[in-house]
């Protein structure tokens, strides 16, 4: 059963000192885990938004709409880092890099030939035609020598020197 006592007591402790005490700190802790938020926006906001108005924007939320403000700023927020995302474009500008180089190896050797070589050095397979005139390399597609104007000759599918025959033409 609730006395009058009973209530007589609780109303002494909320105007006692120790209430206020209470009270007062956590009005304290309050303030300052809102400025905490605050302060974690401002650093989040930097980490992922490049523009300066923008991050300003998430700090006022989180100031004029307190303890709230920091789930509203995590709804619209970017999903990564902007150094993540330097990070992947630098990984991918890497791997389009070696793909553009995978194509400088002999399809017979593996071995690593440059774009003007006409054959392979390791198994001296042909790679490239030479331009009659100006014995440049040509591309297997080529109609025209670019560096001179000759016309290419298509070349025959057997027509490519083995190893054999072109150490008998350089013995004669």
């Known amino acids: 059963m609730i006395t009058a006592s009973t209530f007589g007591g609780v109303h002494d402790f909320f105007s006692s000192g120790t209430w206020l005490v209470i009270r007062n700190l956590l009005f304290f802790f ?6 905490a938020t605050v302060w974690w926006i401002y650093k ?4 992922r938004v490049e523009d300066p108005w923008l991050v300003a924007v998430g700090v006022m939320l989180g ?3 307190p303890f709230l403000g920091v789930f509203i700023y995590m709804l619209f927020r970017p999903p990564e880092y902007l150094d993540d995302v330097r990070e992947r474009e630098l990984e991918i500008k890497a791997m389009e890099e070696r793909l553009a180089k995978r194509d400088l190896h002999c399809p017979v050797c593996r071995s690593e030939v440059d774009s003007t070589f006409l054959i392979c050095p390791i198994c001296t397979t042909k790679l490239k035609q030479a331009c009659v005139t100006c014995k440049a ?7 025209v020598c670019p ?3 000759t016309p290419v000759e298509p070349a025959a599918v057997g027509e490519f020197p083995r190893l054999e025959s072109r150490r008998r033409r350089t013995a004669e």
């Open 30 to 35: 309050a303030a300052v885990f809102w400025l």
């Open 44 to 47: 989040d906001a930097r980490r």
């Open 63 to 65: 100031i004029l709409v």
């Open 137 to 143: 390399p040509l591309e297997a597609l080529w109609q």
């Open 147 to 149: 560096y001179c104007e």
